[in-house]
């Protein structure tokens, strides 16, 4: 088996085991926050595609889907799932627009990793802050729906 | 054409039958049927049981994505917020079964007539089962979500204004 395969596979066992550490009264939020992260993830992922700005070289349902299953509906969506349930509410304003930069800034340098050292990934016409951007930008929306979501009418 | 349609009609369709006050739940709806049958469709299509030669993302996917994350989506969480809650089996089988034909034959029509969907080694009895079993999945899962309203309210109501 190739390596990347055995890191896919990975980030499939990692992200599964994540999810365990979501306490249980706040399943629900986690719920909304994984739904509504891969609506916009999976159509960001297509058009970004669509539009030849990116390629996962390997990947999964590999004949009929061009864009990267695992983490525009698995990974992505779990992060944000897990970012909601710890995001640190009552903090004041500073700790949390640290909070966002951090793992906004994690998960670039993650997929910075994998795209120069696998093919799981491929920039095309692509930069490393374009997903910087476009991470926080979704984190941000999702946080605001599900603030919405759960608000109290 | 059609495509264009479909949106108007799955935006539109969604601000007319569903209450003001019922969005959160049709919404929660919409995202948890779009998640299902991204992921059922997507061994469907990889296993050639259908496919649809024209759609909207010729590259990047197969997959027909107003169908897949507009249409259906929206057309259950019409489905799911005006099902009554306490009905008897009569009602609910009743329901389903009107739902169910009624997607069923539009997508055997859009199969017929037009060039989005394209049955291979699924028949149109075959996709009746199929989306029934996406509603009901479906609603297990909305069903589960929305079990206990008032704790639900208590714990994460609170927790995230």
């Known amino acids: 088996m190739r390596l990347e395969w055995w890191i896919l596979l990975a980030v499939y066992i990692v992200t599964t085991g994540i999810i365990f550490f979501i306490p249980k009264n706040k399943i629900r939020l986690a719920v909304v926050a994984f739904l509504f992260k891969q609506v916009i993830t999976f159509l960001i992922g297509?058009?970004?595609?669509?539009?030849?700005?990116?390629?996962?070289?390997?990947?999964?349902?590999?004949s009929i889907n061009r864009t990267s299953f695992t983490f525009e509906y698995y990974v992505f969506p779990v992060v944000c799932a897990v970012f909601n349930v710890w995001y640190p509410e009552e903090k004041r304003k500073l700790i949390k627009i640290s909070y966002y930069v951090i793992i906004t800034s994690i998960m670039t340098i993650l997929e910075v990793m994998i795209e120069r050292y696998t093919d799981l990934?491929?920039?095309?016409?692509?930069?490393?802050?374009?997903?910087?951007?476009?991470?926080?930008?979704?984190?941000?929306?999702?946080?605001l729906f599900c603030v919405w979501f759960f608000a109290k009418e | 054409m059609i495509l264009v349609a479909m949106w108007l009609f799955g935006i539109v369709g969604f601000i007319l039958f569903i209450p003001r006050k019922d969005w959160r739940m049709g919404l929660f709806a919409f995202l948890m049927f779009q998640a299902i049958i991204w992921l059922c469709d997507m061994p469907s299509f990889q296993f050639g049981l259908l496919s649809a030669p024209v759609r909207e993302f010729p590259k990047a996917t197969d997959l027909p994505v107003t169908i897949d994350y507009l249409f259906y989506p929206a057309l259950f969480s019409i489905f799911?917020?005006?099902?009554?809650v306490r009905a008897s089996l009569w009602y609910s089988f009743t329901y389903y079964f009107i739902w169910i034909t009624a997607t069923t034959l539009f997508d055997s029509m859009l199969e017929k007539y037009t060039g989005l969907l394209e049955y291979k080694l699924l028949t149109w009895y075959g996709m009746w089962i199929y989306i029934g079993f996406l509603f009901y999945t479906s609603e297990i899962c909305c069903n589960w979500f929305y079990k206990d309203k008032s704790r639900y309210k208590q714990n994460e109501g609170g927790g995230t204004s």
């Open chain 1, 46 to 62: 297509l058009v970004v595609v669509e539009l030849g700005l990116l390629e996962y070289p390997i990947r999964l349902f590999a």
């Open chain 1, 121 to 143: 990934l491929q920039y095309i016409h692509w930069e490393w802050y374009v997903s910087w951007i476009s991470l926080i930008c979704t984190f941000i929306i999702a946080r």
């Open chain 2, 80 to 84: 799911y917020v005006n099902k009554k």
